[in-house]
T-cell receptor, first 117, second 115 residues
């Protein structure tokens, strides 16, 4: 257990559906992240939230909509996804938001395995 | 662009032998290099990390070395056991602009330890 939980663990959705992924961290961290993990590709950073404010959006399509109501919870709202969006979506948290010259350790949740039909 | 290269992509070793995974990075300002282990059906778990002020760090059977001049770092696992079988990812903190650093990951190495 890393102190980061994600629900659901598995999700199958059609291209016209709307669903949400949930992440919760119990580590008292300030920063939270969404990553996409596809086969044979590096982890792709999607969004970063620091103290509930979005600080990074790595050119993610608008069909992915993040929400961070507080430092412990992070959501990823999904709508009109494409089959190529099928992947493992990982949430992570860290104590420091990536200060210049500083290191940070990210702790990952177990991920949500998403299949878009 | 900024990236992290990881080799090999797959590695098979006999139980008891050593395994070495190597990564290179491009940003000379990177100063934090974690390694993660990902087992099937789980998220990546941090196993060891190193910061740029040291050249080597060891934790039982796992060690990491860092060569800042050459911009490469390596993971060494000695006396491998079947439970070491997993996908291993290296990462480096790369500058992402506006005073912010983010982790960039290698593509991963699938390690298989043969009993």
């Amino acid at each position: 257990e890393t102190g980061v939980t994600q629900t659901p663990r598995h999700l199958v959705m059609g291209m016209t559906n709307k669903k949400s992924l949930k992440c919760e961290q119990h580590l008292g961290h300030n920063a939270m992240y969404w990553y996409k993990q596809s086969a044979k590709k590096p982890l792709e950073l999607m969004f970063v939230y620091n103290f509930k404010e979005q600080t990074e959006n790595n050119s993610v399509p608008s069909r992915f909509s993040p929400e961070c109501p507080n430092s412990s919870h992070l959501f990823l709202h999904l709508h009109t996804l494409q089959p190529e969006d099928s992947a493992l979506y990982l949430c992570a948290s860290s104590a420091e938001p990536g200060l210049a010259g500083g290191g940070e350790t990210q702790y990952f949740g177990p991920g949500t395995r998403l299949l878009v039909l | 662009g900024e990236n992290v290269e990881q080799h090999p992509s797959t590695l098979s070793v006999q139980e008891g032998d050593s395994a070495v995974i190597k990564c290179t990075y491009s940003d000379s300002a990177s100063n934090y290099f974690p390694w993660y282990k990902q087992e099937l059906g789980k998220g990546p778990q941090l196993i060891i990390d190193i910061r740029s002020n040291v050249g080597e760090k060891k934790d039982q059977r796992i060690a990491v070395t860092l060569n800042k001049t050459a911009k490469h770092f390596s993971l060494h696992i000695t006396e491998t056991q079947p439970e070491d079988s997993a996908v291993y990812f290296c990462a480096a903190n790369l500058y992402s602009g506006a005073g912010s650093y983010q982790l960039t990951f290698g593509k991963g190495t699938k390690l298989s330890v043969i009993p």
